[in-house]
Each structure stands twice: as structure tokens, then as C-alpha cells.
């Protein structure tokens, strides 16, 4: 049978599917990068070398995602950021899609609208990033996910006034 090409048209949409694919406690290669390709499609080579030193990436896929899978909170943070490298934009858009009640994006768009300073580390992002992102969600009524959506969304807006001006 013959897969349905059209998932991946709207990345985000086919990514709710790789969420729930993840109740299994792993990812496939394919699933994964969709988050990668995702964030940021010019991180994809980079990402896959790394993983290729670890294992072949079938393995080393589903262990990275294992890792997380099974750890809590803060943990699934650390791991992506000391034991697999990751940036902490990358590792929180990971770490979104599959758990978007629990974690918000780290991006520079959000963090501007937010007026934090830079993070760096999982400590840093739960206590001064992730509780502003929360505020935002509870002040305007909507989930975490939603809450990141609307801080880029008007950052992007904002900077296609200056644009256009």
C-alpha cells in the first residue's frame, strides 16, 4: 500500500502522528527527523553525522528516544543537551512535539517577545524561560503550545511591519 505523501506537506499536522507513534516509547529515524526537518531543515546533516558516531541511526535513533522516553522533566532535558549534544532550540522543539503540555520551544522569536536573556542550560530554561511561556499561556487563555505559537506569530508580525515600512 502505497503511503499517503501528503502528511508531510504540513509538517506540524503529521507531527501530532510521530506524538502519538512515540506511546511506544521510541521513534523511528523518520519520525525524528520530521521534528528536526521541522525546527530547522539545515541542522538535519549535522544532527544525522553526530548520531551516525554514536550507532548506525536506526539505533541510534531509537536510543536517544528511548532515553527520554523514559526519564522526567527536567531529565529529558539533560540528556538531549549532555548526553546527545543538542542545542537547547532543538532539544526543546524535540522535546514539544512530544510533549507539548510539559515543554515550549526555545527560540530566539519567543525569547524577544518574552524580554528574557539568553539561555543556555535546562536549569536556566525551567526556571526563567518555560514559567514566562506559561504566564503567556495563562494570560491569554490558551495551551503552551498555542501560548509559543502566538509569541512567534507576533514576532513574526512584527517584524514584517518594520519590513514593510
Known amino acids: 500500500m502505497t503511503p499517503d505523501y501528503r502528511k508531510y ?4 499536522g503529521y507531527l501530532e502522528e510521530v506524538r502519538n507513534n512515540f506511546k511506544r516509547g521510541y521513534l523511528t529515524p523518520e519520525e525524528f527527523f520530521c521534528i528536526v526537518i521541522w525546527k530547522a531543515n539545515r541542522a538535519k546533516t549535522k544532527i544525522k553525522k553526530r548520531l551516525l558516531l554514536k ?8 536510543e536517544l528516544t528511548r532515553d527520554i522516553f523514559k ?5 529529558k532535558l539533560t540528556i538531549l543537551l549532555n548526553k546527545w549534544g543538542f542545542m537547547l532550540p532543538m532539544a ?3 522535546l514539544t512535539v512530544l510533549y507539548p503540555e510539559e515543554f515550549s ?9 518574552l524580554g528574557s536573556e539568553n539561555v543556555y542550560s535546562a536549569n ?3 526556571s526563567e524561560f518555560l514559567p514566562k511561556v506559561k504566564q503567556t499561556a495563562k494570560d491569554k487563555n490558551l495551551s503552551l503550545r498555542d501560548a509559543d505559537r502566538y509569541l512567534w ?6 517584524s514584517l511591519e ?4
Open 92 to 94: 526543546t522543539a524535540i
Open 124 to 126: 536556566k530554561y525551567f
Open 9 to 12: 506537506y504540513f509538517l506540524e
Open 162 to 165: 518594520v519590513f514593510l515600512k
Open 105 to 113: 520551544v526555545y527560540d530566539i522569536r519567543v525569547r524577544e517577545q
Open 55 to 62: 550507532n548506525n541511526l536506526k539505533d541510534a535513533v531509537k
Open 153 to 158: 506569530g507576533k514576532s513574526f508580525y512584527e
Open 71 to 75: 526519564e522526567k522533566g527536567i531529565d
